[in-house]
């Protein structure tokens, strides 16, 4: 079963950039489709990102499309998110999450690091 460690989130000003890292360990990380998501308090966890498991095929969410990006190391068994231009409204804890070639769902969270976009 995988185990996910995010890392990278902190405070970063609004048009600054910001570098999330999802550590996986004890899987086959290849095997996995790879999320992020986020939320805030007292709202439901939303999609940011999605890559596939050879890391050809990313696909972002609208709000965030343009400015975030996903990508995948299979050899390092990471996964990043690279922020770029962050508002204030994307300010979340972020969550890497994994999701098994036969699951329809992601099974496989991490504990999640916050992001605070500042104004």
């Known amino acids: 079963q995988v185990q996910l460690v995010e890392s990278g989130g902190g405070l970063v000003q609004a048009g600054g950039s910001l570098r999330l890292s999802c550590a996986a360990s004890g899987g086959t990380f290849s095997s996995y489709t790879m999320g992020w998501f986020r939320q805030v308090p007292g709202k439901e966890r939303e999609f940011v990102a999605r890559?596939?498991?050879?890391?050809?095929?990313?696909y972002h969410a609208d709000s965030v499309r343009g400015r975030f990006a996903i990508s995948r190391d299979n050899a390092k068994n990471t996964v990043n998110l690279q922020m770029n231009s962050p508002k204030p409204e994307d300010t979340a804890v972020y969550y890497c999450a994994a999701k098994g070639r036969w699951n329809l769902d992601y099974a496989h969270w991490g504990q999640g690091t916050q992001v605070t976009v500042s104004s």
């Open positions: 890559i596939d498991r050879l890391g050809v095929s990313p």
